[in-house]
């Protein structure tokens, strides 16, 4: 195996140079040690493998003297380390900061980072919500008043059941069995099922059908369980509407 060499004067000035733009974001920004020490580590590296040697038409470049194939080259052999993206993503950033500096310091001319493109991320797991969360966002809706009695009553239902939102805004009246504690759901492919409410819902459940849905229709008919002032039923857009508004 052929044995790796380093440029190592080009590796100090570049370590040099990396400290004057750690400097500097220190003074203008005043960012923590922990980012400063990610810029540190993203721009060491690319300094290190830049004065390895990794190139065809070169055998060594500086950090200014890159250019956009130079970076590409680099982010392709990262790539092959196994590398993840949101880790490139970040990579890429500090290399965009770190070029805008030089430029602006009248170092460089032609930002090498510009053009590259940002690797696309996945969606982020959605974030659970702790016991305590769950519980404030429950106790949210105003009780006292008739929209707030539907809201609590929907998501101590939703809660209890774990019904999709387009299951719990279709829920018919005739099909909340009071005193079984259960609700017939049609899910997917207008299958129906039985769904135990459990007592904290089924108690919501009676005060909002005897406190509140009849306020809410006034004299308008309906057959869905939950409704608005118009007399019509809920929408998912209407409910995540809400929750969002309890959230805040």
Known sequence: M???TLNKTQLEQDERLIEQFIDALWMEHGLSKHTLSAYRTDLFGLAKWSASGHFIKKKTASLIALNKEDLQAYLAFRFEKGIKARSTARMLSTFRRF?????RENRLSVDPSALLESPKLGLPLPKTMS??????????????DPLGLRDRAMLELIYAT?????????LDIYGANLQQGIVRVTGKGNKERLVPMGEEALSWITLYLKNARAD????AVSDKLFVTRRGG?????????????YAQ
């Open 2 to 4: 052929k044995k790796e």
């Open 99 to 103: 070029y805008q500096y030089l430029i």
């Open 131 to 144: 016991e305590r969360e769950v519980e404030a966002l429950l106790e949210a809706p105003e009780i006292d």
């Open 162 to 170: 774990g019904l999709r939102v387009s299951e719990l805004v279709g």
């Open 216 to 219: 809410l229709l006034g004299v």
């Open 233 to 245: 039923g809920m929408t998912r857009q209407t409910f995540w509407h809400m929750v969002k508004r």
